[in-house]
């Protein structure tokens, strides 16, 4: 017994593995920047990014403020907040020494204030907008608002970059997927390197320019340009048969809760809210001391399971703070404390986050670990 409800498992060995595997596939002169979004997909901000600064990291990527002076506490590296901060937060920012994205004149000016009256310079990378319509500047546009930034005072722009729509689709289990990937993400990177080849041509500028994704980096490396940006392969969360075909990446997370209660149940008979299960023959239920409000998503009644002694066990109701399965002729066989992966190793077998979350229709695992609440320990192993 864990003495935990259920706790959050971090192999820090493997997360430092995954790193160097995943460098290994880049150019020494090209740099690396390591993502801590989302609390590092659950995993904690700050032990990631102390991780990624041990094995070698040139650059941290952040999305918040917040997370920002977390890194920069404990580091000098340098920090790219890869979203425009909110508007009140711009002197935060400012103060910290980082790199700070801008797409919008409104923002640039802010920070161009807020450096002025700190007597400072401000970095900032320009995002570009290549086909994911999300947040950039149209690379038509591109030369006209870096002119108008450059004229705006303290402030330098160090670096140009866009973020691809379709890299991930790269390492698709399904061949068809993975050409229309290859022919949008080459598209997009003909998009951006022909702004940047306007923005260079007009006025010597001569900062970084970046644009791979963990697919980009590990499938296109036309794309490496002077920096890449690690995220999803670092944390493990895309180990697949084409990931694995060209690199060997480890599982990161184990989230583990154990059995807290059996009960016998009848044929016919239900288990959860509104007798949500009919129990198809006689069997035991097992409960499990976590829920929804832990962060387990709902969706996991349309097909998720557990694994229990290396065989997996359907998740059949669920409410805040427990989850019922049933575990049909094993349930003589169990005890009380028996350990439960939710995903992870156990036994020589793996049940992971990406498979889990395809399972019940989630598109896939960095949606479920960036919500697994803050009440759920994490344990560093």
Same mark, same amino acid.
């Given at each position: 017994?864990?003495?935990?409800?259920?706790?959050?498992?971090?192999?820090?060995?493997?997360?430092?593995?995954?790193?160097?595997?995943?460098?290994?596939?880049?150019?020494?002169?090209?740099?690396?920047?390591?993502?801590?979004?989302?609390?590092?997909?659950?995993?904690?901000?700050?032990?990631?990014?102390?991780?990624?600064?041990?094995?070698?990291?040139?650059?941290?990527?952040?999305?918040?403020?917040?997370?920002?002076?977390?890194?920069?506490?404990?580091?000098? !590296?340098? #920090?790219?907040?890869?979203?425009?901060?909110?508007?009140?937060?711009?002197? $935060? %920012? /400012? =103060?910290?020494?980082?790199? *700070?994205?801008?797409?919008?004149?409104?923002?640039?000016?802010?920070?161009?204030?807020?450096?002025?009256?700190?007597?400072?310079?401000?970095?900032?990378? !320009?995002? #570009?907008?290549?086909?994911?319509?999300?947040?950039?500047?149209?690379?038509? $546009? %591109? /030369? =006209?608002?870096?002119?108008? *930034?450059?004229?705006?005072?303290?402030?330098?722009?160090?670096?140009?970059?866009?973020?691809?729509?379709?890299?991930?689709?790269?390492?698709?289990?399904?061949?068809?997927?993975?050409?229309?990937?290859?022919?949008?993400?080459?598209?997009?990177?003909?998009?951006?390197?022909?702004?940047?080849?306007?923005?260079?041509?007009?006025?010597?500028?001569?900062?970084?320019?970046?644009?791979?994704?963990?697919?980009?980096?590990?499938?296109?490396?036309?794309?490496?340009?002077?920096?890449?940006?690690?995220?999803?392969?670092?944390?493990?969360?895309?180990?697949?048969?084409?990931?694995?075909?060209?690199?060997?990446?480890?599982?990161?997370?184990?989230?583990?809760?154990?059995?807290?209660?059996?009960?016998?149940?009848?044929?016919?008979?239900?288990?959860?809210?509104?007798?949500?299960?009919?129990?198809?023959?006689?069997?035991?239920?097992?409960?499990?001391?976590?829920?929804?409000?832990?962060?387990?998503?709902?969706?996991?009644?349309?097909?998720?399971?557990?694994?229990?002694?290396?065989?997996?066990?359907?998740?059949?109701?669920?409410?805040?703070?427990?989850?019922?399965?049933?575990?049909?002729?094993?349930?003589?066989?169990?005890?009380?404390?028996?350990?439960?992966?939710?995903?992870?190793?156990?036994?020589?077998?793996?049940?992971?986050?990406?498979?889990?979350?395809?399972?019940?229709?989630?598109?896939?695992?960095?949606?479920?670990?960036?919500?697994?609440?803050?009440?759920?320990?994490?344990?560093?192993?």
């Amino acid at each position: 017994m864990s003495g935990h409800r259920n706790y959050l498992e971090i192999n820090v060995s493997a997360l430092e593995h995954n790193l160097k595997a995943i460098k290994s596939k880049v150019a020494g002169d090209c740099q690396f920047m390591g993502i801590v979004k989302g609390n590092a997909w659950g995993a904690g901000t700050s032990e990631c990014a102390r991780s990624f600064v041990n094995s070698g990291v040139d650059w941290i990527g952040v999305t918040t403020v917040e997370d920002a002076v977390l890194v920069r506490q404990e580091f000098g !590296i340098p #920090i790219l907040i890869i979203c425009e901060p909110p508007r009140g937060k711009i002197p $935060n %920012a /400012v =103060s910290l020494n980082i790199s *700070i994205t801008v797409y919008s004149i409104e923002s640039a000016r802010l920070i161009s204030k807020a450096a002025t009256e700190l007597g400072c310079n401000a970095s900032i990378h !320009i995002k #570009i907008n290549t086909g994911l319509n999300r947040v950039g500047i149209s690379p038509e $546009n %591109a /030369v =006209s608002f870096f002119n108008e *930034i450059v004229q705006l005072e303290n402030l330098e722009v160090t670096g140009l970059f866009s973020h691809f729509a379709s890299a991930d689709d790269l390492y698709s289990n399904e061949e068809a997927c993975r050409e229309l990937a290859y022919i949008r993400t080459r598209r997009e990177l003909g998009l951006f390197k022909q702004a940047v080849y306007e923005i260079k041509n007009q006025s010597n500028w001569s900062g970084i320019i970046h644009m791979a994704n963990t697919g980009a980096t590990l499938f296109l490396p036309e794309s490496h340009l002077d920096m890449v940006r690690v995220s999803t392969g670092l944390m493990g969360l895309c180990i697949n048969d084409p990931i694995a075909a060209v690199v060997d990446l480890k599982q990161v997370y184990s989230w583990k809760s154990e059995i807290c209660h059996f009960i016998n149940v009848h044929k016919g008979e239900g288990v959860g809210y509104s007798s949500s299960y009919k129990c198809p023959t006689d069997t035991t239920i097992a409960t499990l001391p976590i829920g929804w409000g832990d962060g387990f998503p709902r969706a996991f009644l349309n097909g998720g399971h557990v694994m229990i002694r290396g065989s997996f066990y359907p998740i059949v109701a669920m409410s805040m703070d427990m989850t019922t399965i049933d575990l049909g002729e094993k349930g003589d066989d169990m005890v009380i404390g028996e350990e439960v992966i939710i995903f992870g190793e156990q036994l020589g077998k793996i049940l992971e986050p990406m498979a889990q979350g395809e399972r019940v229709g989630m598109g896939g695992s960095d949606a479920m670990l960036a919500v697994i609440s803050e009440r759920v320990p994490r344990v560093y192993v």
